[in-house]
């Protein structure tokens, strides 16, 4: 126990960067690898000790990258191999580990093991869940009723093979079967490829997903047929297996877990020695359809994540990720949304568990300003418009929900392209990037950026008291706070959720606040104070 809390991800905070719209260096429009490391000193500014990138694997970008061709290439877009050993010896030098994007729950169908095993070229036949297709009133259908997490069947029939293939994303990416031998000992050499580079560990992409129902059984319920290929026993059986690929390449793993899994089996993941930590989603839900904060669902969600940290778990602590609408947008009517955004990372970032900020959170990006069905890029997007009948539903939903609204350009500064790029970026800009970009942040003192800063900062200077720390959590109508009680000091951190003045006890010395101490907690306030024991 006593070494296990020594180990460095338990005392850090990421940074996640969309390489695609993070920072262009070659000026094609598109992020890069380059581009990373040319803005690392930004990264360290911030109080970050390690960074995740999304995929830069050779892609034909269906879904950007996480449809990979050719797992020991790096897509053209993004640069070389070369590149990335350079990056990682650059953010080394700066004491920045390095966590990249895993997907072992599917290849592009251009991956060469698909060809071959669309061809039935042995070892690859069974590479890939293949299925025949029933026969209904002389049709020919899908095996069974699964749906994709995209929309549409969660089936696709191969004219090459005769056969369907599962691919519970889009028609691009088909599922691994690993019930297969190859499939294994071709990502193990992958996770052994990257442990050799020197990369410190890997997110887990759609990790809760690789083991499926292999009865391949209608599902019960239509609208959860995700439950037959998400946090089965076999998921767990094969993430035992890989743990020793990780562990021998001295690895950390960050595994994403949807697909709605039970407090249970969340744990289950950590203790059982699968992934050292978390992503759960419980959070996600804090935020009324009106667009303020739902306040007892946000207490919930941060008792349930500290929870998780306990009993050996360790979690994830995030707003925000590439799959989500920006942070500030999802609270825009409340009266204040700029310091609501500042509360609302207090109080997850000083949980117990790992912070990760995604790019752009920490300047208040907002969402961007969708007019027509064909301005979406990604490629859910495109799936839900096929599946539908009612497109002018599906297009104020995703006006909304967009995954498109977190993959939009970074914004640097006020010149052209927002500083990314001299020319016209692969997405769009955000209209707002005169006023909301990094440099202008950077020279304000009351900006988001300044507040997430000294947050990390005081994070970093506690970070490790609080692996061993004791947290209560308390909501007193629309005040919520914890304490966290430290070996050595008692950690008070206080936010007024609520539209009105509250009143403000608090003893010991503050370290934080976002607005001027007075007697009262003003709306959207959040205060962090110590003494000690
Ligand atoms: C994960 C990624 C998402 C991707 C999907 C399929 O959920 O976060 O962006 O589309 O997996 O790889
Ligand atoms: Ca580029």
């Known amino acids: 126990m006593e070494r296990e809390n020594k180990v460095w991800w338990k005392n850090a905070v990421g940074y996640q960067i969309y390489i695609r719209s993070f920072s262009d260096s070659?000026?094609?429009?598109?992020?890069?690898?380059?581009?990373?490391?040319?803005?690392?000193?930004?990264?360290?500014?911030?109080?970050?000790?390690?960074?995740?990138?999304?995929?830069?694997?050779?892609?034909?970008?269906?879904?950007?990258?996480?449809?990979?061709?050719?797992?020991?290439?790096?897509?053209?877009?993004?640069?070389?191999?070369?590149?990335?050993?350079?990056?990682?010896?650059?953010?080394?030098?700066?004491?920045?580990?390095?966590?990249?994007?895993?997907?072992?729950?599917?290849?592009?169908?251009?991956?060469?093991?698909?060809?071959?095993?669309?061809?039935?070229?042995?070892?690859?036949?069974?590479?890939?869940?293949?299925?025949?297709?029933?026969?209904?009133?002389?049709?020919?259908?899908?095996?069974?009723?699964?749906?994709?997490?995209?929309?549409?069947?969660?089936w696709k029939y191969s004219e090459k093979r005769k056969q369907y293939y599962l691919k519970i994303f889009s028609n691009k990416m088909p599922d691994i079967n690993y019930e297969n031998e190859t499939a294994f000992s071709e990502m193990e050499k992958v996770i052994d490829y990257f442990g050799e580079l020197n990369v410190d560990g890997f997110r887990v992409d759609a990790i809760a997903h690789i083991g499926k129902d292999l009865t391949f059984a209608d599902a019960k319920n239509i609208k959860k047929t995700y439950k037959s290929f998400s946090n089965l026993p076999n998921t767990h059986e094969y993430l035992k297996r890989f743990n020793r690929a990780f562990a021998r390449n001295n690895m950390v793993t960050?595994?994403?877990?949807?697909?709605?899994?039970?407090?249970?089996?969340?744990?289950?993941?950590?203790?059982?020695?699968?992934?050292?930590?978390?992503?759960?989603?419980?959070?996600?839900?804090?935020?009324?359809?009106?667009?303020?904060?739902?306040?007892?669902?946000?207490?919930?969600?941060?008792?349930?994540?500290?929870?998780?940290?306990?009993?050996?778990?360790?979690?994830?602590?995030?707003?925000?990720?590439?799959?989500?609408?920006?942070?500030?947008?999802?609270i825009r009517n409340v009266c204040d949304p700029k310091n609501a955004q500042i509360c609302l990372a207090g109080l997850m970032y000083m949980l117990k568990g790992t912070p990760i900020i995604y790019n752009g959170e920490e300047i208040g990006m907002e969402n961007y300003q969708f007019k027509k069905p064909s301005d979406f890029k990604d490629v859910n997007a495109k799936m839900i418009f096929e599946n539908t009948d009612n497109i002018d539903e599906a297009f104020n939903n995703l006006k909304e929900t967009t995954r498109d609204h977190s993959r939009?350009?970074?914004?640097?500064?006020?010149?052209?392209?927002?500083?990314?790029?001299?020319?016209?970026?692969?997405?769009?800009?955000?209209?707002?990037?005169?006023?909301?970009?990094?440099?202008?942040?950077?020279?304000?003192?009351?900006?988001?950026?300044?507040?997430?800063?000294?947050?990390?900062?005081?994070?970093n200077s506690v970070g490790q008291e609080l692996i061993d720390a004791k947290y209560r959590l308390w909501m007193k109508g629309a005040v919520i706070g914890y304490s966290i009680d430290t070996i050595s000091q008692i950690i008070e951190v206080v936010a007024n959720l609520g539209e009105k003045e509250k009143k403000l006890k608090l003893n010991g010395e503050t370290l934080y606040s976002n607005m001027n101490i007075a007697d009262n907690l003003k709306p959207y306030q959040i205060v962090i104070a110590k003494r000690n024991k």
């Open 254 to 330: 960050m595994g994403e877990l949807g697909g709605d899994p039970t407090k249970q089996d969340l744990i289950k993941y950590t203790t059982q020695k699968e992934l050292d930590m978390i992503f759960s989603f419980e959070h996600t839900n804090i935020f009324t359809k009106n667009h303020m904060i739902n306040r007892k669902a946000l207490f919930k969600a941060l008792k349930y994540k500290e929870g998780l940290s306990d009993s050996n778990g360790w979690s994830v602590l995030f707003w925000l990720n590439h799959d989500y609408p920006r942070l500030i947008s999802k």
């Open 408 to 459: 939009t350009i970074m914004q640097w500064d006020g010149s052209k392209n927002a500083g990314f790029s001299e020319v016209k970026p692969w997405s769009y800009v955000n209209e707002n990037y005169k006023k909301c970009n990094v440099e202008k942040a950077m020279k304000n003192k009351d900006s988001i950026l300044n507040h997430y800063m000294q947050l990390l900062n005081i994070r």
């Open 26 to 154: 070659n000026n094609d429009g598109i992020g890069d690898l380059k581009g990373i490391t040319n803005r690392l000193d930004y990264i360290k500014s911030l109080g970050v000790s390690f960074i995740w990138i999304c995929p830069f694997y050779d892609s034909p970008m269906d879904d950007n990258g996480y449809d990979v061709r050719n797992y020991y290439k790096v897509d053209k877009s993004y640069g070389k191999m070369t590149d990335l050993e350079k990056l990682i010896r650059e953010a080394h030098a700066r004491d920045i580990k390095v966590v990249i994007d895993l997907v072992l729950n599917h290849t592009s169908d251009e991956n060469e093991w698909f060809v071959k095993s669309e061809k039935k070229v042995e070892p690859f036949t069974d590479f890939y869940v293949w299925k025949d297709g029933k026969v209904v009133d002389g049709k020919l259908c899908p095996p069974n009723n699964w749906v994709s997490f995209f929309s549409g069947p969660a």
